[in-house]
């Protein structure tokens, strides 16, 4: 009985014990030693694709009428949310169909980014540097997209007042 009490204690004994074989040395290894600069793609000889950029101006051209579109509906419904009346009111459907035309001219918007989104990817995926009017119109374009989102919103809350 003694024995198998003391059995624990003779196997953590033996688990303390060390070996006389060879470690690793804890010293900076080399690649610890190394700075932490990241190294970018070589430079790229490619120049800008300009049918990209003639379709970029197209799109650009299409999204201002898009734009000019919601520009020009935009005071109609803000006009009939405001003197719209209860849910389910004749000038309450009025006013949602109206909001419906700023959601579809918004829609045009939206799309013209998206169709820009795709040039982008492409030229990415090709290694090919972005001509900087392209970039432009993706950035137009996304401001616009969420001027007329915010736009949109003002007016589903004073219509669901």
């Not at 040395?25 to 080399?30: A, H, I, T």
């Not at 959601?103 to 820009?116: F, H, P």
């Amino acid at each position: 009985m003694r024995t198998l009490a003391a059995l624990p204690l003779a196997l953590a004994a033996v688990a303390c014990s060390s070996s006389t074989g060879d470690f690793p040395e804890l010293g900076v290894r080399p690649i610890e030693s190394r700075g932490d600069e990241v190294q970018g793609p070589p430079p790229s000889t490619a120049t800008a694709d300009p049918a990209v950029a003639a379709r970029a101006r197209a799109i650009a051209a299409e999204s201002a009428d898009a734009g000019a579109a919601f520009d020009a509906a935009l005071p109609v419904a803000r006009a009939k949310a405001a003197r719209a009346g209860p849910a389910g009111s004749e000038t309450w459907i009025e006013a949602q169909l109206a909001l419906t035309a700023l959601d579809q001219a918004r829609a045009r918007t939206v799309s013209g980014l998206a169709e820009i989104d795709r040039l982008l990817v492409a030229e990415y995926a090709a290694n090919r540097p972005v001509a900087p009017e392209t970039a432009a119109v993706a950035t137009e374009l996304q401001v616009r997209a969420e001027q007329q989102a915010q736009a949109i919103e003002a007016v589903k809350e004073s219509l669901a007042r």
